[in-house]
């Protein structure tokens, strides 16, 4: 069993054809088949079936995948941490998050980096939820991750600080003058822009469990799949949202309104293995991303996602 012919598996699984695997790794489809062949004889079954539309797992081939997979991309970090070592010159270093990072907090550090390090690519890779970043970064997917912080993780954890989430109004609300913090019962006859990736609490929608403490039930005029859409439409003025402070700065229309408690949710940088070279370069410039929030007591929302039926189970971008 060799690296390349894990490298030639997890290509045919991700392109779910092997002319298309074959021509992603620059190899004849012949020569692709016959390493697929030779693992397979060495791990003693089939590990693809092909379907009418591509080609599939078989069981031992879904059990076999993920080792597989980790193989691979340790081989390419592998690759990134030496040459990296060799002074920080040409590779790429592999970054995953999610969305609502992505466009928030996180361009104005990609600028920095490619100032200072121009011959350093970096590669994002965007989730929706914080189950599928933990899930990239245990396959090896990412160098790195940025993300709340994540529960039981085995490896390195540097916090950010925490992000304050503040209510999103449209500039032309009421609240959008509004000179101190908002209690959160003063919205009861509001309505609210809700987002599929909401935090959940026991079963239950984490804006749900906050509203019902302060004796009310919210009303929603608008459900969405990202925050960042959220955002947008409470700046044209359909309801309040609930987001990072950051998403509302950066938005054309949208006025941030602070809560009293503040609310607030930690985020953090992770990996496998301690960051050397250039990964440790970009945990030092994540640092200070997130500003200080409000002095006083906060409340604390979930950092991770609590499982629910359907999108509410979500938590993210």
Same mark, same amino acid.
Request: overall charge positive; hydrophobic content about 40%.
């Given at each position: 069993m060799s690296l390349r012919q894990m490298e030639y598996l997890v290509a045919v699984v991700e392109e779910r054809s092997f002319s298309r695997a074959a021509h992603s790794l620059n190899v004849t489809q012949s020569a692709l088949s016959h390493q697929i062949k030779a693992l397979e004889r060495t791990v003693g079954g089939p590990l693809l079936e092909r379907l009418p539309r591509g080609v599939g797992l078989t069981p031992m081939g879904r059990a076999f995948l993920p080792h597989a997979e980790l193989a691979v991309r340790s081989a390419g970090r592998a690759?990134?941490? $030496?040459? $990296? $070592? $060799? =002074?920080? #010159? =040409?590779g790429e270093l592999h970054i995953v998050t999610l969305h609502a990072l992505a466009v928030g907090v996180l361009p104005p550090v990609f600028a920095r980096w490619r100032a200072e390090f121009p011959g350093v690519a970096l590669r994002l890779h965007e989730c929706v939820t914080t189950d599928e970043l933990r899930e990239r970064m245990e396959r090896g997917v990412a160098d790195l991750a940025v993300g709340p912080r994540p529960q039981g993780w085995p490896g390195p954890v540097v916090s950010l600080g925490d992000e304050e989430i503040v209510l999103v109004v449209s500039a032309d609300d009421p609240l959008a003058g509004r000179a101190t913090p908002v209690a959160l019962e003063e919205l009861a006859d509001r309505a609210w !822009?809700?987002?599929? %990736? #909401?935090? !959940? %609490? =026991?079963? +239950? +929608?984490? %804006?749900?469990v906050v509203c019902e403490e302060r004796g009310f039930a919210p009303v929603t005029a608008v459900e969405t799949e990202h925050s960042s859409t959220a955002v947008r439409m409470a700046a044209a003025g359909l309801g309040i949202v609930a987001a990072p402070r950051y998403l509302a700065e950066t938005t054309t229309g949208a006025v941030a309104v602070a809560v009293d408690p503040p609310w607030r949710r930690e985020q953090t940088v992770f990996s496998r293995v301690e960051p050397t070279g250039v990964a440790a370069a970009f945990v030092a410039r994540c640092a200070g991303i997130l500003r200080e929030g409000p002095p006083g007591a906060s409340a604390r929302m979930p950092d991770g996602?609590? #499982?629910a039926s359907g999108a509410a189970g979500r938590l993210g971008a």
């Open positions: 690759r990134r941490a $030496a040459r $990296a $070592a $060799a =002074g920080a #010159e =040409g !822009v809700r987002c599929a %990736l #909401e935090p !959940v %609490l =026991g079963g +239950r +929608r984490w %804006l749900d996602p609590r #499982e």
